[in-house]
């Protein structure tokens, strides 16, 4: 890598020594920042609690909603159980109705 660095180096100095390539020097130095009062404005009442939904209050997680939810997702799998056993079964009965055509 190093040596490949240096001969990079070497073959850009003489293409510019042949005119090939051209150094650029920057001919005017950038501006340097100012502060302007409409760059910043100041913010407005109003603007500080734009989003109001960081200062709301969420509701109240009880026992009894715990349990609610503990039953509502042992319903939900348990549904999802019964309808794989009967996609299994479904399965099952069309491998053996190929198997039987196969045959």
Do not use: C, H, M
Not at 65 to 81: G, Q
């Amino acid at each position: 890598l190093k040596e490949y660095k240096d001969q990079l180096k070497e073959d850009v100095e003489d293409a510019i020594q042949k005119g090939l390539l051209q150094r650029f020097s920057p001919q005017e130095k950038s501006p340097s920042f100012e502060r302007r009062e409409q760059d910043f404005p100041p913010l407005t009442a109003s603007d500080n609690d734009s989003n109001g939904k960081w200062n709301t209050a969420l509701p109240r997680t009880t026992v009894e909603s715990n349990k609610l939810r503990a039953s509502y997702t042992d319903k939900t799998i348990d549904s999802i159980n019964d309808n794989l056993a009967k996609i299994i079964d479904s399965n099952k009965r069309l491998e053996n109705k190929v198997d039987l055509l196969s045959s």
